[in-house]
């Protein structure tokens, strides 16, 4: 699979991720399955966050990353802090570096090579997260940094009093979720797509040359539940099967393809359990969407052009 600079960071990661926010259902050797599967079909990226199933996620990743065929170094590990389950944001500097910390130890690691701060803290003290920032690359607990679900001038504030550059914001993106696309085509209008919901992120992102990672590629709505052959969406999942066989693939390739039809080294975080789905989604890097198909299938998902 070919790979793609996150955020011109230098770090080389293919265009699909395995995001395992939901492997807590697996036992360690269908883990250790899913990652090798996913290694062998060129995937080398993989998405954690320390709230994930109250941390059990990282370390059944950890173990799996431990016992599967290929090496630590011969991938990409990214994790995420900053939610205190249930109670609050927290960006303060001990509880990043804590964080930091106990994610390393539950994932058996040395080391991360990217960390995002997974939601946008109102009390965050930008100097405060810079102090952590340095402390985690000085320590090398942590190679490259970034945020998650953040508007471009949080990006901004934050951005003004870190030294590294953000390489990634991991925001929600798919065929059921295309708010920034719906504001991007309705600029300047007086419908309701043309309310700015997320301040221009992906126009920002491209600009700033930050990679946007696509989380939920397949869900409706707030983790409703999958688009994909549901029948609630025959229009979308008519042309999701017609440009399967047009390209050669499958239905969730194309909609991760989709995604990384748009431009500025985007890329899919995909949450699949299943080996065999892995596989199938990262087919989606081989393909390149015609511009009409891509419109077509926005078409089909419930949008028009104003
Ligand atoms: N930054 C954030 O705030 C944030 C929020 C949420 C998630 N994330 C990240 O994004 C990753 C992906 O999120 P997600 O898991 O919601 O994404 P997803 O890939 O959209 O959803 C995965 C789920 O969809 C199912 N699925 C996919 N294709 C299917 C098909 N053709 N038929 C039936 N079921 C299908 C999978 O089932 P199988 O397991 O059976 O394939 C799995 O249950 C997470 O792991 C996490 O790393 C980040």
Request: hydrophobic share 40%; glycine share 8%.
């Amino acid at each position: 699979m070919k790979r793609i600079n996150i955020g011109q960071s230098g770090l080389m990661a293919s265009p699909i991720g395995l995001g395992v926010m939901r492997i807590t259902k697996l036992n360690e050797e269908q883990a250790t399955a899913l990652l090798e599967s996913a290694y062998a079909s060129g995937v080398n990226f993989f998405d954690n966050a320390d709230i994930y199933a109250d941390g059990e996620s990282e370390k059944l990743f950890g173990a799996a990353l431990k016992k599967a065929s290929f090496n630590r170094s011969d991938v990409l590990v990214q994790t995420k802090v900053g939610i205190v389950p249930g109670k609050r944001y927290n960006f303060g500097k001990q509880y990043i570096l804590d964080a930091v910390d106990a994610s390393l130890q539950r994932l058996g690691v040395d080391y991360v090579d990217s960390l995002l701060l997974h939601r946008p803290d109102p009390l965050m003290e930008p100097d405060e997260v810079a102090e952590a920032f340095l402390t985690l690359q000085n320590s090398g607990k942590v190679r490259q940094f970034g945020v998650s679900n953040f508007n471009p001038m949080q990006v901004e504030l934050l951005q003004q009093a870190v030294p590294q550059r953000l390489i990634a914001n991991q925001l929600q993106l798919s065929l059921k979720h295309t708010g920034m696309i719906d504001f991007w085509l309705h600029t300047n209008m007086a419908d309701d797509h043309s309310i700015d919901h997320d301040g221009g992120v992906l126009e920002y992102s491209r600009l700033k040359g930050m990679t946007v990672q696509a989380w939920s590629p397949y869900q409706y709505g707030m983790f409703e539940g999958v688009f994909i052959d549901n029948p609630k969406f025959p229009k979308l999942n008519a042309k999701l099967h017609e440009m399967a066989d047009k390209y050669h693939t499958n239905v969730n390739a194309i909609a991760a393809a989709w995604i990384l039809r748009i431009p500025g080294n985007t890329q899919v975080i995909a949450g699949t359990t299943y080996k065999d789905r892995i596989a199938q989604v990262a087919e989606a890097a081989d393909v390149v969407l015609d511009g009409q198909d891509w419109y077509d299938l926005y078409f089909a998902a419930g949008n028009d052009l104003p």
